[in-house]
């Protein structure tokens, strides 16, 4: 049964540093999902990597995918308030399966 | 990407009534999931609505309390039933294509 674990599961942050959020899932899956969510909001859609090595950026934040070590992360760069959210991470629940197993999430502040 | 509406947007129910929650999308898809968010938690996968056949439920959730319907292509509904404080949380639908989309949720608070 795939497990997917973040962390950290807070995070506190300055403008302007950078930090990374990593995901770790226990078993082969073939699809791993960032997504984020503001307070009392539903779930946008940030990025989907589906092979080793996959890298994808928008603005501020970037997501990388290592298979072997079944570890995604998550990089936000020079932070702004407007990132403050929780982050959660979802994988595919089998090969093939379409259902997402989530993460706890990440609830990120960004502080001035 | 594809534009999924969900009805009521929030609803506040006395304990042991039952609310039906409604899924459209603006598209045809083969499957439908729908999952729970409680206060503060991540988000647990309840079913998976299929058109023309029942819904596979995950671990945890039976049909007697959640059942679901899935009449088209573009539809389902998730019903709570006899519901308790504990079925306080946000339901969302979502559909699978390239991504994975999720409605706006229906906040479901119960007295």
């Known amino acids: 049964e795939l497990k997917v674990e973040q962390n950290p599961l807070f995070l506190s942050m300055q403008e302007g540093k950078n930090y990374t959020i990593y995901c770790n899932y226990s078993?082969?899956?073939?699809?791993l999902y960032w997504y984020r969510q503001d307070p009392g909001k539903s779930l946008e859609s940030l990025f989907v990597?589906?092979?080793?090595?996959a890298v994808k950026q928008e603005g501020r934040l970037m997501a990388s995918l290592d298979t072997k070590a079944r570890l995604s992360t998550l990089h936000i760069t020079a932070a702004v308030h407007d990132l403050s959210a929780t982050y959660f991470c979802?994988?595919?629940?089998?090969?093939?399966?379409?259902?997402?197993?989530f993460g706890q999430g990440t609830r990120l502040t960004i502080n001035p | 990407s594809a534009v999924i509406s969900q009805k009521p947007s929030r609803d506040i129910c006395q304990r042991g009534t039952s609310l039906t929650i409604q899924c459209q999308v603006d598209?045809?898809?083969?499957?439908m999931f729908w999952y729970r968010q409680q206060p503060g938690q991540s988000l647990t996968l309840i079913a998976t609505?299929?058109?023309?056949?029942?819904?596979?439920?995950e671990s945890g959730f039976v049909i007697d309390k959640f059942p679901i319907s899935r009449p088209n292509l573009t539809f389902s509904t998730l019903t709570v039933s006899n519901m308790s404080p504990e079925d306080s949380s946000i339901y969302l639908c979502?559909?699978?294509?390239?991504?994975?989309?999720f409605g706006p949720g229906t906040r479901l608070t119960v007295l």
């Open positions: 979502s559909v699978a294509g390239y991504e994975q989309f």
């Open positions: 078993t082969t899956s073939d699809r």
């Open positions: 990597l589906l092979s080793n090595g």
């Open positions: 979802a994988a595919h629940a089998a090969r093939g399966a379409q259902k997402l197993v």
């Open positions: 598209s045809q898809v083969t499957m």
């Open positions: 609505a299929n058109q023309g056949s029942e819904a596979t439920y």
